[in-house]
């Protein structure tokens, strides 16, 4: 049986705090417009820049142009933000369409990944005035200890356009989902978000989760969700709640990291592997269900901090956890009534089974009847398979493709994305998924996919269960089958995608004209946001 990694809340040990990378910032000036590069991560064969430009002036600028060398070894491999030509070691960045005036003080973020080591650039010009004042940048960047300040656009970009217009060419969506309970024994914060780079990345952040009980949206936990007080050094831009705030916890933590990413969407998701049950009662009345979603979503307490609503419905006319018998078009009523109550404007999206076997999950919903009232939808291309199955055989909880041997017909994530698309469901209106941890099994000998095993690997929080930055140190991939990575370390094998299968698996994306990806969750990357870079990167 597929199971989902979202559980009930994980509670533990402390897990240390994650620090921020410290940027290295190379600053050129314009007149009174000035533009920096600074590196937010270097892994030696690849580095991440941010380039801000800010207008010192009294006047609006209404477009701009930058014009840069890179030193020999280093180059631009993806970008975003910014429409970027190259000429050999010459590039030229100019202003997204999108993007509107930069205001007089206002400051507007690009970014780039690059190869080789960071190197800062020469020779830079802005709207074709020396960067540099007529003095050369320095090759090497000075190290600064405070991080560049980052404004995103004036005018964000239309991450998302209501349903049914697709969404632009080139506008992937990159979804991360922040699960409510990470800020106990995980100790991952909204600041994690920031801090590691990713908030720069993401179009769209879930929050889970909502509660589903008696035919109602309900709070998931209000001490994590509203009431938890953040210091100073926990908080998102560096200030304590007081005793007396209307809002505090992760809603409020949210709030400030929209201010400093005003193109963040968050769409607040219910259900989930534990509280799907609730579902049930939701369909005997899908009105007074959406009236409920609606009034919680919309409580002016943080009625600025939602975008829109998701539904993690784990499964209707089918098994999860619990098993439902609503029929088939249960999920198209529920989606339906909550498309009208919360009307055109807002976003509507739904997590949903990747099972493409025949006479499978997928089979038994009308998900496409459901389509036209969703902004998106999210097959949930990840656990396949694990230690759920406690005596193996071994194989990848999250692969791409079939491959010789696999242990069930339909388990794979081109097979959901294809039936979903036989079904008239647009490709444009689908996410790949993607799990930042993986599977593992303990007494297995046999390297390859395929082994017998005597139970479930070892992990931090859940038996079976281990972050992506954990296993790329504790048990390095060894080999790929399917599009998808794993590895043998002793006795225990690990199946998980590594950012080279991460890449693979979003040009796989593109080719199928899908809306983008998405992931579970931000917490099993990087402490520098290696898989969300692969992600954002790879569909660039």
């Not at 937010?40 to 209404?62: K, M």
């Not at 209707?316 to 009534?337: E, H, I, M, R, Y």
């Not at 038994?364 to 990840?382: E, F, K, Q, R, V």
Request: charged residues 15%; hydrophobic residues 35%; proline residues 7%.
């Amino acid at each position: 049986m597929k199971r989902s990694l979202r559980r009930a809340l994980w509670v533990g040990a402390v897990v240390a705090v994650t620090v921020a990378t410290v940027p290295m910032a190379s600053a050129f000036g314009a007149g009174s417009v000035t533009t920096s590069f600074a590196r937010v991560t270097d892994w030696g064969t690849g580095h991440e820049t941010r380039v801000t430009i800010t207008n010192g002036s009294n006047a609006s600028i209404s477009t701009w142009r930058i014009d840069f060398e890179l030193p020999s070894g280093t180059s631009i491999s993806s970008f975003w933000d910014a429409d970027v030509t190259r000429d050999g070691n010459r590039y030229v960045a100019v202003k997204k369409s999108w993007a509107g005036a930069l205001a007089p003080g206002a400051s507007f973020s690009w970014g780039y990944n690059g190869t080789g080591a960071y190197r800062a650039p020469l020779n830079c010009t802005i709207n074709g005035v020396s960067c540099g004042g007529g003095t050369p940048p320095p090759t090497t960047a000075p190290p600064t200890t405070t991080p560049p300040t980052t404004t995103p656009p004036t005018t964000a970009p239309p991450t998302t356009a209501p349903p049914p217009t697709p969404p632009p060419s080139g506008d992937r969506k990159v979804v991360g989902y922040f699960a409510q309970w990470g800020v106990y024994g995980r100790n991952y914060h909204v600041r994690n978000i920031h801090t590691s780079g990713s908030a720069a990345k993401l179009t769209h952040i879930l929050y889970a989760f909502g509660n589903t009980t008696g035919g109602r949206c309900t709070i998931g936990d209000s001490y994590a969700d509203y009431e938890k007080a953040y210091t100073a050094a926990e908080s998102v831009d560096g200030v304590a709640d007081t005793w007396d705030q209307p809002l505090r916890g992760s809603f409020n933590q949210l709030r400030k990291l929209k201010r400093m990413y005003p193109h963040l969407k968050v769409i607040w998701s219910f259900g989930g592997w534990t509280w799907s049950g609730g579902f049930t009662q939701a369909a005997q009345n899908p009105t007074a269900f959406a009236q409920s979603c609606y009034n919680l979503v919309e409580d002016p307490r943080w009625a600025d901090v939602f975008d829109g609503i998701d539904i993690d419905w784990e499964y209707p006319n089918a098994c999860g956890l619990t098993c439902d018998a609503s029929g088939p078009n249960a999920f198209k009523n529920v989606v339906s009534a909550l498309r009208s109550r919360f009307g055109s404007s807002a976003l509507v999206t739904a997590a949903i089974t990747a099972d493409g076997s025949n006479g499978g999950k997928i089979d038994a919903t009308d998900y496409a009847g459901a389509a036209a009232n969703l902004n998106w939808i999210m097959p949930m291309t990840y656990d396949y398979f694990g230690a759920f199955n406690a005596q193996g055989p071994t194989a990848p909880h999250s692969p791409l493709h079939s491959y010789t041997g696999i242990p069930q017909q339909g388990f794979w994530s081109d097979a959901a994305i294809q039936k979903l698309k036989s079904k008239g469901i647009p490709a444009n209106k689908l996410l790949l998924g993607i799990g930042f941890y993986g599977r593992g099994w303990t007494g297995v000998t046999q390297t390859t996919p395929g082994g017998t095993a005597t139970g479930p690997a070892p992990g931090t929080y859940e038996q079976g269960i281990e972050d992506y930055k954990v296993l790329k140190n504790s048990c390095p991939a060894t080999g790929t089958i399917g599009g998808t990575a794993y590895a043998k370390c002793g006795s225990n094998w690990w199946s998980y995608d590594t950012p080279s299968t991460i890449n693979g698996k979003m040009t796989y994306a593109k080719n199928q004209g899908l809306g983008g990806a998405f992931f579970w969750e931000l917490s099993g990357d990087t402490s520098n946001g290696e898989l969300i870079s692969a992600v954002r990167g790879g569909l660039n």
